[in-house]
């Protein structure tokens, strides 16, 4: 019986039934509501992991990993948790660790990621572990990151979580920066600095720049929808637009239109603005 409903309501046809032995007054929209409905049958020793624990953690995961069953995981030698609903998982014992979020069991955010690996990319990956290290309320740190994934040697995808590792950065904002840089770098460009602090003249902050090359005063930036739809935000970024100009500043956006061969052409049109700052291809 799910927490907050009354014997005398268990057979109300508004009830659903997430998981065997689980009813609830109403069908669980949220990925938290669906966990502690859960909890409710898990045994001792079981644990959310793998996506889900990534997901409640607010760990970017590939849009695959968006799903209604929930991730649960048993440490050897208990048995693999079954049932509706449930993506069952059993762990090594060792080498995992396991805490709380929220009041749910749960295996840590940097072990989360690295099970992401036994099915994502490597872009997935540096994606994923590029939101753990976000700029704002960072979830883990890089040492924590690689003390993971030498807990990880020898299970499935550890080679694809050393790739991944090197390119992961601190500092981020959204995916999409993470995925621009990563293009940039795919198209044969120097590697952008992250999040860069610009300043004008007088020791004021201009802007932060989300891909930047200070060398050769270029930015190559992603613009969100809010960039857009938001009226402060676009006369902010107006304001943002002018200040950069004045200090030298080439500013190359890329929009979710930027697919394909647009995403193409905006990235050649860095190229080109690196080479006419004095980049040249053969530059280490």
């Known amino acids: 019986m799910a927490e907050g409903v009354g014997p005398g309501r268990l057979r109300g046809r508004d009830l659903s039934r997430p998981f065997h032995g689980v009813r609830s007054a109403a069908a669980s929209h949220s990925l938290e509501e669906r966990c502690r409905a859960k909890l409710l049958t898990m045994r001792p020793g079981q644990v959310f992991s793998h996506a889900t624990a990534c997901r409640l953690f607010g760990i970017v995961v590939p849009s695959a990993c968006e799903v209604d069953g929930v991730d649960v995981a048993a440490f050897a030698p208990r048995p693999i948790p079954r049932g ?24 840590s955010p940097e072990d989360a990621w690295c099970q992401l690996a036994a099915t994502a ?53 959204s995916p999409e920066e993470t995925r621009l840089r990563l293009d940039l770098v795919q198209y044969g460009l120097p590697e952008p600095g992250v999040n860069l602090p610009i300043m004008d003249e007088g020791g004021r902050l201009c802007a932060i720049g989300d891909t930047a090359y200070p060398h050769y005063l270029v930015l190559a930036e992603y613009d969100g929808e809010q960039h857009r739809t938001d009226d402060r935000q676009y006369a902010r970024d107006a304001d943002r637009l002018d200040d950069l100009t004045r ?38």
């Open 84 to 107: 509706r609903g449930v993506r069952g998982h059993r762990l090594g014992a060792g080498g995992t660790r396991v805490g709380t979020w929220r009041g749910l069991p749960i295996v």
């Open 121 to 173: 990319t490597v872009r997935d990956l540096v994606v994923a572990g590029d939101s753990l290290l976000r700029r704002q309320g960072p979830l883990s740190t890089l040492e924590r990151l690689r003390a993971a994934v030498e807990r990880h040697a020898g299970r499935r995808g550890h080679r694809a979580l050393v790739t991944a590792l090197e390119a992961v950065r601190s500092g981020t904002d």
């Open 247 to 284: 200090l030298g500043w080439r500013n190359i956006r890329f929009t979710k239109r930027h697919r394909g061969r647009e995403r193409t052409v905006q990235l050649e049109r860095v190229r080109q603005a690196l080479i006419a700052r004095g980049w040249s291809p053969t530059t280490p």
